[in-house]
């Protein structure tokens, strides 16, 4: 499996494991009797952004990073989620479009010639934009997701962030 | 530049990003009157990581990540880091060693088994430990620093967290 298409397999694990996150965040709520729907508008600082959008962020980052270096056309999605589940449901359309991402889609990626609209007459390399653009930006807003969840008393631990790994037997 | 040489790059890039946080973060710890220590024991949750913790571990999940792709001993850091000043000069430390990684350094990285002290009995290829494990681990240190000075009020913006990318003109 090629580095580029092994990026846009952790990309949907990533969101994935995100929606886990969520899902704890979900019983956390029940539990201490409040409006899973405060979490989203929660933030660390009053000019970043809130939880909902960091997730917003993240799944966007995620399609449009892997639109853009298989030239093709991400689905659209409109930002007005107000609650847990329908983020849930945000994450679970952006994976499974990830999920429709071939390694052949990707050939070509590298090399390809990327725009992107505050870049005005310029472009960057394929291979450019996966590793000084959309993996930072990516992470960026996974890992304020789940640190707006911390901050929040979510029980979340190291292993929840990075989750399965790809191991075999042997040395 | 293969994508494991261009990662390895993007590491050495993203530890001097932080090293500009930590610039505006004493230059606005001296414009408030507070010693800027105070930050390196912030943090977002009480058992999560304080902004000291955060810096030192991603400047190891780098060295180590990359020493491990390229079968080599990453250089020993005590961390004893208490300022500022202490904690950026670990920052160049870690820089300085991953600009000796050559590209010829981490030829056969991706198949290469990586064995982790966690992991027993078991490996992971070099390069799903890049992509699952190191990358992962890394932006979670650094986006954690960030939102941690981000919460101390020190002026960040994601231009000063994506910084220069390798740009070209023409489409």
Redo the contacts between chains.
């Keep these: 499996?090629s580095?580029?298409y092994?990026?846009v397999?952790?990309f949907a694990?990533?969101v994935r494991q995100i929606d886990a996150w969520l899902e704890k965040a979900a019983a956390h709520a029940k539990t201490k009797s409040f409006d899973s729907a405060v979490l989203l508008q929660s933030r660390?600082?009053p000019d970043?952004y809130p939880l909902v959008r960091q997730v917003q962020s993240a799944c966007d980052s995620a399609k449009l990073g892997v639109a853009r270096l298989a030239g093709k056309e991400a689905p659209k999605h409109p930002d007005t989620e107000q609650t847990l589940d329908e983020l849930r449901a945000r994450i679970k359309s952006c994976a499974e479009y990830l999920d429709t991402i071939k390694e052949a889609d990707l050939a070509g990626a590298?090399t390809r010639?990327v725009?992107l609209p505050w870049?005005e007459?310029?472009?960057?390399?394929g291979?450019?934009?996966?590793?000084?653009?959309a993996?930072?930006?990516f992470?960026?807003h996974?890992?304020?997701t789940?640190?707006i969840l911390?901050?929040n008393?979510i029980d979340l631990g190291?292993r929840d962030?990075?989750?399965m790994?790809?191991?075999?037997?042997?040395?």
Tied chains: 1, 2.
């Design positions: 499996m580095l580029m092994s990026s397999r952790q694990k990533m660390l600082a970043q590298e010639h725009t870049l007459g310029k472009y960057i390399l291979s450019d934009y996966l590793v000084e653009m993996l930072p930006n992470y960026f996974v890992a304020h789940y640190a911390r901050h008393g190291k962030y990075i989750g790994m790809t191991t075999h037997d042997g040395k």
